[in-house]
């Protein structure tokens, strides 16, 4: 393990192939027997050791071919192209998951289950997004289009508001549950629509998630 300290705090939008809810987060399996997924990140304040990493963005996709701890994945990472190259390092160290300790937190874990990481990508990225909401447009490039938006009852028409809390989960404290949409056309290329997606505050550094 890399020790140094690091801290990111801000907003996280989640959208994979499971239906609302996503078994993966109570240790079920994944609703199509794979798992594909995107992650988007706006970073409202954070740290990688002395270099700050305020108002950053980053985006990843992911594929694996059954349940993710069945290993034997893929993913991309892409990286807001404003950082310098000490921010860039750093954000590539935090997501390798070299600087966290093992099983603390989504990076390391996920990490540890990859076979493929594909080459990163330095682009424009644009994130708009409202945790309580339930409500997000994101942008990569010209490679990854994403929004998020509340689940709508059937029934009454009216938005469904639903939460996940996890105490001793590596990714967040709490998730508001939504439906998402992303296509992404890069080395992953994924087509969600109407699918489960999540949104945090992300608050995390390499000991987990601080609550």
């Known amino acids: 393990m890399d020790k140094t300290d690091w801290r990111i705090r801000g907003f996280e939008f989640i959208n994979c192939n499971c239906d609302f809810g996503c078994p993966c987060q109570f240790n079920g399996r994944p609703t199509e027997g794979d798992c594909q997924a ?10 990688f050791g002395d270099t700050r990493l305020d108002d950053l963005n980053f985006a990843v996709t992911f594929k694996w071919p059954g349940a993710i701890h069945e290993g034997n994945g893929d993913a991309q990472a892409f990286i807001d192209e404003r950082a310098s190259q000490a921010q860039r390092d750093g954000l590539m160290a935090i997501l390798s998951g070299e600087t966290s300790e093992p099983g603390a937190t989504f990076f390391n874990v996920f990490a540890s289950t990859l076979t493929h990481m594909h080459d990163p990508v330095f682009c424009r990225i644009d994130i708009d997004g409202d945790v309580d909401a339930r409500k997000a447009t994101v942008r990569v490039g010209d490679m990854i289009e994403a929004e998020g938006q509340p689940i709508i009852n059937p029934v009454t028409g009216q938005e469904h508001r639903a939460r996940i809390d996890l105490p001793n989960g590596f990714e967040y404290a709490v998730a508001e549950v939504a439906s998402g949409h992303t296509s992404a056309r890069a080395a992953i290329p994924l ?21």
Do not use: K, M, Q
């Open 38 to 47: 995107f992650g988007a990140f706006h970073i409202e304040d954070g740290y």
């Open 191 to 211: 087509e969600l629509d109407a699918s489960h997606s999540h949104f945090s505050r992300l608050d995390i550094g390499p000991a987990g998630v601080f609550r």
